[in-house]
């Protein structure tokens, strides 16, 4: 069961959400709320998986609150403008239902954050020091080697994993809960869309990240210090 939370302004969609929240079965509502504040500090007491929130709430709007949060859970938004899609995957937001939406949406919507949750789990079974992970793709788990992953691809909700041989494998996950799980002293985010395998590095020119010689990856300037530092203890001379 994901233990989750509703957060919506407007009561008769907060109702309609608590409703499609006690009918999912492996969905677990811990309570809901009219404004966010409230929604925090049960946070900072309690566990949760999940998290219904309304975009467009006054005091604090529900971007904010999730920008606020230290330990993000998965995030749904929830919203009657579709301008605001862009801006929710920005804050690594898991999806956004758009209002108004029946429990057919809905579901759907709950149903990949379940799978995303599954995957985090079996991940977090996993301690950095182990040499591989699962990932679902194309509705199968397979198991990956680390070592064998050369970078990872941002594509907006999913991520593509280039490995050593074979074709690349897409995977319906986020940049930030792979950086969580691979060990930091072999990978690096180096770019708002790419984390590289240090350790498979070639060449760095031009302000791009060369393996073997034919892929180029891109350094952004956020990431470019903390790059160009692990650079600077490994290597002699400058960039």
């Given amino acids: 069961m994901m233990r989750c939370l509703a957060i919506d302004d407007e009561p008769l969609a907060l109702t309609q959400l608590v409703g499609y929240i006690q009918k999912a079965p492996f969905l677990e509502l811990v309570k809901s709320f009219s404004n966010a504040f409230e929604a925090m500090e049960l946070m900072c007491k309690e566990d949760i998986d999940l998290v219904f929130v309304d975009i467009n709430m006054p005091d604090l709007n529900g971007l904010d609150f999730v920008r606020s949060l230290v330990h993000k859970p998965l995030i749904i938004f929830t919203t009657a403008y579709s301008e605001y899609a862009i801006e929710g995957f920005k804050v690594d937001a898991l999806d956004y239902l758009l209002k108004p939406f029946g429990y057919t949406e809905f579901f759907k919507s709950a149903n990949k954050a379940r799978q995303q949750h ?74 708002r869309s790419y984390m590289v395998n240090l350790q498979k590095i070639t060449e760095v020119s031009r302000g791009r990240i060369i393996f073997d010689g034919q892929t180029y990856i891109p350094i952004g300037e956020q990431y470019k210090d903390r790059f160009n530092n692990y650079i600077g203890k490994h290597y002699l001379g400058k960039l």
């Fill in 118 to 191: 599954e995957l985090l789990s079996l991940s977090h079974e996993q301690n950095q020091d182990d040499k591989h992970l699962f990932i679902k793709t194309e509705y199968k788990i397979v198991r990956i080697e680390i070592d064998s992953i050369t970078y990872i691809e941002s594509m907006s909700e999913y991520v593509r994993i280039h490995i050593d041989e074979g074709k690349p494998l897409m995977s319906l996950l986020s940049m930030k809960s792979l950086e969580e799980r691979l060990p930091d002293n072999k990978f690096m985010r180096v770019h």
